[in-house]
């Protein structure tokens, strides 16, 4: 279980990161991380640094609620 447990937030932890990196250069990727699909222009100029769309990132959101710390 520890193993799993420490797989898993190194995962997370890679993942903040390259998001972070982004976030900070304010690239977009012009597809969506998940589904492949295109990411529309305003949605990269309006939230910078951006890698899903608006459906996988709602999805992806919607994840975490109700899960604790």
């Given at each position: ?19 972070y990196?982004?976030?900070i ?45």
């Amino acid at each position: 279980m520890d193993l799993c447990q420490q797989i898993n937030q190194e995962l997370i932890d890679d993942a903040l990161e390259d998001h972070y990196r982004r976030r900070i250069t304010g690239v977009s990727l012009t597809n969506c991380d998940d589904c492949g699909e295109p990411i529309p222009a305003k949605r990269q100029i309006y939230v910078p640094g951006c890698c899903r769309c608006v459906a996988c990132q709602t999805g992806f959101e919607n994840s975490f609620k109700g899960r604790s710390k």
